[in-house]
């Protein structure tokens, strides 16, 4: 029983947010780890390329989209349709930032950030219900995992107001539709992020430099692909058939200290 807790092989999973960054951590871990993985990301260029350079490893197809327009959710949902029976995973992983005073801070840099962090995560898992449902079973449900961020549990750093509050909205969206969905054998849960060498980590550093940033970490270091992968795969597999509605921090401790 043991051996086969944490095996995801065979399993099909969407990673939006999937040709860079955290997104492109957790789908190589699911490609090495024998999962059938699609990828999205904005740039068809990108995806398309970090796609080709996954499947040396596995199977990795890319599927472009522009999540923030609910035309693109609805147009990737019915391309998957065409190629799969069951989606086994959906990580909702695409997402944007923006920072500026709150004197300053725009409607465009509040709308951007809550169309692509909340709405599509929750319009495209609506639109994935079906193929979800066709994986999920009782001992082994389908898996929601939605990317949220420590900024969304604590105070965050910089002025980045709708970004933290956008995953803060996440992480309780996450508990409302892993209640409403687990009588459908789907889990719903959430990886809270603290600060990787990612794009959007790079203002921090550029801002503050890695020692000071790191000094507010416990384990004084940055996220390192396999530490994120992990834990999506411990949230895919067997192993947390039942854990839903949680929202789990991956900070070097950030959360347990603050």
Request: proline share 4%; net charge neutral; hydrophobic share 45%.
């Amino acid at each position: 029983m043991g051996q086969n807790l944490f095996d995801i092989s065979g399993k099909v999973a969407l990673i939006t947010g999937g040709s860079r960054g955290i997104g492109l951590m957790i789908a190589r871990g699911y490609v090495e780890a024998g999962a059938k993985v699609y990828i999205s990301s904005r740039n068809a260029a990108s995806c398309e390329l970090a796609a080709h350079e996954l499947s040396r490893l596995g199977k990795c197809i890319a599927l472009p989209a522009d999540l923030s327009k609910l035309a693109e959710v609805e147009r990737i949902a019915a391309t998957l349709a065409t190629q799969e029976s069951a989606l086994h995973v959906l990580v909702n992983n695409a997402g944007t930032a923006w920072g500026s005073s709150i004197d300053a801070f725009p409607e465009k840099g509040w709308n951007k950030v809550m169309d692509l962090n909340l709405k599509s995560p929750f319009f495209l898992l609506q639109k994935l219900l079906p193929l979800l449902e066709s994986a999920g079973r009782a001992g082994d449900p389908a898996r929601v995992i939605n990317l949220g961020s420590v900024d969304g549990l604590h105070m965050p750093l910089f002025e980045n107001f709708s970004y933290a509050a956008s995953k803060a909205a996440i992480h309780h969206l996450t508990r409302m539709l892993s209640s409403h969905l687990a009588h459908r054998h789907i889990n719903v849960n959430a990886i809270a992020p603290g600060y990787f060498d990612t794009d959007m980590t790079q203002p921090m550093l550029d801002s503050m430099g890695l020692d000071k940033l790191m000094s507010i970490v416990p384990q004084r270091r940055m996220g390192l692909g396999d530490d994120i992968a992990g834990v999506a795969i411990f949230l895919a597999a067997r192993a947390s058939s039942y854990i839903t509605g949680t929202t789990l921090p991956v900070d070097g401790g950030i959360i347990g200290n603050s």
